[in-house]
């Protein structure tokens, strides 16, 4: 259950893989782009998952609608917008958003630069309307290879001022960490923080690099780090915290079922985590399905799920001032 006395914080979400059902359809109609259906209820089937994915990269395949939709600048920029205001809608206080702006130009070959701008611009235009606190995570996509991954970051990096971290996301197993040891130095350079995908498709050693090599001090997912007892202990002492997303490993098949899931075990070993959706538009869920359905079903317990919505305000990429700001506005609300 959501402690509505704490901030709600979602720190892994993907701003292009949670793009609703009537905005892909209004996107299309405008600009003549063909869809397989014509009304959300048709369109679901070919967006949503409810069970499971052959694997990562099938699940990956299903951005394809999503991405055919983002037209130009102004589309991303609605979208952006309004993935704040579906935050809000789901009781949200501060959100990370992340997105490879690569990714989300290539179908329509727009600039990286202006995409990474547009979506920027749409989230702070709904912060101020919304009252959400939101923030921005650009993400290298690691499957286009490094050299492209080095053009991604010159964008991402144009916005230095729009963002608080970079990540890197998409095939772990086929292009590991350590090939971007030069990319993410340019990052650290920045000022700016590393989270990165590892310990999802691939096992500890992902996620050792991630920390060695590239500097992450948080992880999204990270749950093979449970194959190697030495990786929780390092972990949980230097306090690097896992972005878990529950219902989304069971969409990619990286765990079988809610209960294969680890995170129990290395919770209870002292790891930090935080519950998130990855891709709620495509895993048909919000926030509260992974406190009130995920995380029991994956054996956590209350008190678990109430340390992880507290790590999770420690975890975001928020300063001491902000994150003292984001209490104070909870309690004002909580006490009226
Ligand atoms: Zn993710």
Known sequence: MIDK????????????GSIRLETILDL????????PAKSVADLAPYIHIDDSAPGLMAFLDRFEHMTAVLVDVDACRRVAYENVEDAKSEGIDYIELRYSPWFMAESHGMDPAEVMEACADGVRAAERDTGVRANIIGILSRTYGTETCMKE????????????????????????????????????DAGL??????????GPQSVWSAIHDL?????????????????????????????????SNLHTSTVKDYVSHPIKP??????????????PGISAID????YDVAAPAVGLTPEQVHQSQLDGLQMAFLG????SELQLKVAQRTAL
């Open 320 to 323: 001491d001032e902000e994150k």
């Open 193 to 202: 923080q590393v989270t990165i995908h590892a310990g999802e498709a691939d």
């Open 287 to 290: 926030i509260a399905h992974e």
């Open 266 to 279: 290395l919770a209870e070993r002292g790891v930090k985590f935080c519950l998130n959706t990855d891709d």
């Open 28 to 35: 299309a109609d405008q600009h003549g782009i063909a869809l």
């Open 153 to 188: 970051l010159d964008a991402i990096l144009a916005h230095r001022d729009h963002i608080v971290g970079v990540d890197l996301a998409g095939d772990e197993l086929r292009y590991p960490a350590d090939l971007f040891k030069a990319h993410f130095k340019r990052v650290r």
């Open 215 to 247: 500097g992450a001090t948080r992880i999204g997912h990270g749950f093979r780090a449970i194959e190697d007892s030495a990786l929780v202990d390092y972990l949980a002492e230097q306090g690097i915290g896992l972005e878990i997303c529950p219902t």
């Open 5 to 16: 006395s704490l901030p709600l914080v979602e720190l892994h979400r993907h701003l292009d």
